[in-house]
């Protein structure tokens, strides 16, 4: 039996099969100790500095944790199953809202099987097991994606405030939580704010001219130091370094290109055959993103405005962190809002496909 031929009650039971197996594992399975990468966990910095005991908050996760152990609501078990009921539920719903075009081109089988691949994302998984801030920052990213699509396709000027005052509203929430990842989406926004006046002739240009552009200017702000600041937070990774650093260095003028490339490589699209753990996370959770990236490379003729808004938080976001990380593990979390986001232009195509082949004369 393929893939194809599974009917949609199949893919709700292995949803919820796999949604109560994640739901025991938290609470009988000891969560996210059970699994041992090394380095410190971010869970006790953020239970520490909660109840006043440690370091004075940092981010708006912090924030919000004090805020519950003030009111006297704050449990470090309670706030693991909240996160994980929303990467098991919400996420995969709100990334099933986001993606659709109109119409009922996802029937019952593959919105249940988006909900599902949503669903069992790995890494959502386990920063789902304690108060990790990772899940919370996906859940206000994919709410801000609502912004940018009513921006994208909204002419009616107050149906574009409205939708502008939002998006900024989350932008601001997301600097609070990482910076760059709010920059990011303040870029995506303003694109999305003007429409196919930025997003349209990208359409018109070869992907390898896109490509050399993209290099060049990167390679122009290492020259003019621009990117000085990201290379000495990566620098600190040499502090650390072990089976899950990369060692690559950006330092030369000549290899600052070849290494660059194959941080993407590295860090996105998860070749490096090291370690157990990356090869684990090659398998489950890179060959999926792999296929969506060259399906959306292969079909960008079908990209909205919408997803040439997300392609360009993709290449923003990713450009930021790729230099400044150098680390499998933290690589492993900076990339769920990378691969949700190619996901979703994934989705949106493959919907505009569906639409096309039933009214080919569109």
Not at 25 to 34: E, H, I, N, T, V
Not at 51 to 72: R, Y
Not at 277 to 300: K, M, Q
Request: hydrophobic share 55%; aromatic share 20%.
């Amino acid at each position: 039996m393929t893939i194809k031929k599974l009917s949609p009650e199949i893919w709700i039971l292995l949803y919820v099969s796999v949604t109560l197996s994640k739901a025991v594992f938290l609470f009988f399975g000891g969560g996210a100790d059970f699994f041992d990468f090394g380095g410190g966990n971010d869970a006790d910095y953020y239970e520490a500095s909660a109840l006043h005991q440690g370091e004075a908050a940092v981010n708006i996760w912090s924030v919000l944790l004090s805020f519950l152990v003030d009111l006297g609501f704050f449990s470090r078990q309670g706030v693991a199953s909240v996160l994980m009921f929303v990467s098991s539920i919400i996420i995969p719903y709100l990334v099933v809202r986001v993606s659709l075009i109109g119409g009922k081109v996802l029937n019952n089988k593959r919105l249940w099987f988006t909900i599902f691949v949503i669903g069992v994302y790995p890494a959502l998984f386990f920063f789902s097991l304690d108060i990790y801030r990772d899940v919370f920052m996906v859940l206000v990213y994919l709410a801000g994606l609502f912004a940018v699509k009513g921006l994208a396709k909204k002419n009616d000027l107050i149906y574009k405030l409205l939708w502008l005052t939002f998006g900024m509203a989350v932008g601001f929430m997301l600097v609070g939580l990482r910076v760059y990842l709010g920059a990011a989406y303040m870029l995506m926004l303003g694109f999305a704010l003007l429409g196919d006046k930025l997003t349209a002739p990208l359409k018109n240009i070869g992907f390898m001219y896109l490509i050399f552009i993209y290099l060049s200017l990167v390679y122009i702000f290492h020259f003019l130091g621009l990117l000085d600041a990201l290379m000495q937070y990566r620098s600190y990774f040499e502090l650390g370094a072990g089976g899950s650093t990369f060692g690559l260095q950006f330092d030369s003028v000549i290899l600052f290109i070849p290494n660059f490339v194959l941080s993407w490589a590295f860090q996105i699209f998860g070749l490096w055959p090291f370690t157990s753990l990356a090869i684990v996370l090659f398998f489950i959770e890179s060959v999926p993103f792999i296929f969506c990236f060259f399906y959306v490379l292969g079909n960008r003729v079908h990209i909205a405005t919408f997803g040439w808004c997300l392609i360009i938080f993709f290449i923003a976001y990713n450009t930021i962190w790729i230099i400044g990380n150098d680390n499998l593990g933290t690589a492993w979390r900076l990339r769920i809002f990378s691969y949700i986001s190619i996901f979703v232009v994934f989705l949106q195509i493959y919907q505009e496909k569906i639409k096309l082949s039933r009214y080919p004369s569109r």
